[in-house]
C-alpha cells in the first residue's frame, strides 16, 4: 500500500520528468494549482515564444506525465495562452500587449512573483515535513501523552473552580458568610481550630483521586501540613470547603457519582481521620 510519502515522491518525480522536458527554454515557475492546471511562469518573452512553439508537445506532455487539466503560460502577471491539455483545446488570446511585455518593470515584477511563489511552496512543505516529525518523535517518547494529560488536567480544573460549591450537602452559587452567634459554655470550652496557611491542590490532582475516600485523603493532603489540614476540615472553615468541594467535583465527574454524596464522604472520613489524632 503506497504511504503519503510514496505519492509525494511519485508527484515529484512527475514534474520533475515533465520540467526536464520544457527546461529546454531556460529556468521557469512550474507548480499545480487547486483546480488541477499546470502553471508554467516565464520570466522573459523569448520564453513564452520558445514554448508557443512547441506548444502542442508541451501540452500533450502535460497531460500523460502530470494528468493535468489545463495549461497555462503566464508572463509578466498575466496569461499568455491557456487551454485543455487534451486534443482539440481552444487558445485564448493574450491579455497584454507586446509593448508591456518588453517593459523591464513588468518582468522584474513577474520575476518576484513567481520567485515569491516557489519559495512559499518550500517553505510550506518544510514546516509541514518539520511539525510531522516533532509529532512522531513526541508520540515515541511519550511527550505527546503528557502534554494532553496536562491540557485535560488544566480543563477540568477550570470547569471544577466556575462550578456552584458544596456546603453541608447542600448545592449553592455563592458561599454565605457564617452568622455570628453568642458561644455557649460547651462551645466556649472547645478548642480553638488553629490558623493554616492557604489549603491547595496538587498539580493536576484530578488524575490522582480515586473512590476510596481516605486514601484519596491522604495523597492530596500534605504529610506535613495533615494536622492543620484536619483541623480546618473538621472546623468546616470556608477554604476548608472550597477545597474538598473541588475534590469532590474531580471524584464525580471521573466516577459519575453525584457530588453532594461524594462531599459528605469525603467530610465524613476527614472527620474519622481528624479524631485519630486527637489525644485520648
Excluded at 26 to 38: C, E, M, P, S, T
Excluded at 64 to 85: E, M, N, P, Y
Excluded at 233 to 245: E, P, Y
Excluded at 248 to 265: H, R, S
Aim: charged share 30%; glycine share 4%.
Amino acid at each position: 500500500m503506497l504511504t503519503n510519502e510514496d505519492f509525494s515522491k511519485l508527484e515529484r518525480s512527475r514534474f520533475s520528468r515533465f520540467a526536464d522536458d520544457i527546461l529546454q527554454v531556460g529556468k521557469v515557475g512550474l507548480y499545480r494549482d487547486a483546480d488541477n492546471q499546470i502553471q508554467i511562469h516565464c520570466f522573459d518573452l523569448e520564453q513564452v515564444n520558445e514554448l508557443m512553439v512547441r506548444l502542442e508537445h508541451i501540452r500533450r506532455m502535460a497531460f500523460l506525465v502530470l494528468g493535468g487539466d489545463r495549461l497555462l503560460i503566464c508572463f509578466a502577471k498575466a496569461v499568455h495562452w491557456q487551454g485543455s491539455t487534451l486534443e482539440g483545446g481552444l487558445e485564448s488570446e493574450s491579455s497584454f500587449d507586446e509593448d508591456e511585455l518588453e517593459s523591464p518593470a513588468m518582468a522584474t515584477a513577474t520575476i518576484d512573483q513567481t520567485v515569491d511563489q516557489v519559495i512559499d511552496q518550500e517553505v510550506d512543505k518544510a514546516v509541514n515535513e518539520a511539525i510531522d516529525q516533532a509529532l512522531s518523535q513526541r508520540m515515541k517518547d511519550g511527550s505527546l501523552e503528557q502534554r494532553v494529560r496536562e491540557r485535560v488536567g488544566a480543563r477540568i480544573t477550570t470547569f471544577i473552580n466556575t462550578q456552584p460549591q458544596v456546603q453541608n450537602g447542600a448545592t449553592t452559587a455563592v458561599a454565605e458568610p457564617p452568622v455570628s452567634e453568642p458561644e455557649s459554655d460547651t462551645e466556649a470550652s472547645k478548642p480553638k481550630a488553629r490558623k493554616s496557611s492557604k489549603m491547595k491542590l496538587p498539580k493536576n490532582f484530578e488524575f490522582q483521586v480515586i473512590n476510596r475516600y481516605r486514601i484519596c485523603l491522604e495523597r492530596l493532603i500534605p504529610e506535613k501540613d495533615r494536622s492543620e489540614y484536619l483541623d480546618e476540615i473538621a472546623a468546616q472553615s470556608d477554604q476548608a470547603q472550597a477545597w474538598l468541594t473541588k475534590v469532590a467535583q474531580a471524584i464525580a465527574l471521573k466516577y459519575k457519582k453525584e457530588e453532594a454524596k461524594v462531599y459528605n464522604g469525603l467530610l465524613t472520613e476527614a472527620q474519622k481521620m481528624h479524631k485519630s489524632l486527637q489525644p485520648a
